[in-house]
């Protein structure tokens, strides 16, 4: 099992920056990709980005040049600086550890008022 906590959501205006932070506990393997994914009001769950235990990154085409996804270095936690953000940006932030089965917290929201 695998436990997320999420931290660092909250309400800021267009143009701001937010950090979101991501802590992994229980039974963490070594090679993993963690990541956030986030889910607008009467909107399909999306993903933001993800980065593997490795470095590897993946990013929403939305979110480039704006947000960066990086681990700590403990491997088991992850974060997303969001810069530039947009009310777009608005919704229900999830952080994802993804091993053999894909494990989520409990989202913060983030809110972009314009």
């Known amino acids: 099992q695998v436990q997320l906590v999420e931290s660092g959501g909250g309400l800021v205006q267009a143009g701001g920056s937010l950090r979101l932070s991501c802590a992994a506990s229980?039974?963490?393997?070594?090679?993993?990709?963690m990541g956030w994914y986030r889910q607008a009001p009467g909107k399909q769950r999306e993903l933001v980005a993800t980065?593997?235990?490795?470095?590897?990154?993946v990013y929403a085409d939305s979110v480039k040049g704006r947000f960066t996804i990086s681990r700590g270095n403990a491997k088991n936690t992850v974060s997303l600086q969001m810069n530039s953000l947009k009310p777009e940006d608005t919704g229900l932030y999830y952080c994802?550890?993804?091993?053999?089965?894909?494990?989520w917290g409990q989202g913060t929201q983030v809110t972009v008022s314009s």
């Open positions: 980065i593997t235990s490795g470095g590897t990154t």
């Open positions: 229980g039974t963490i393997f070594s090679i993993n990709t």
């Open positions: 994802i550890y993804r091993w053999s089965y894909d494990y």
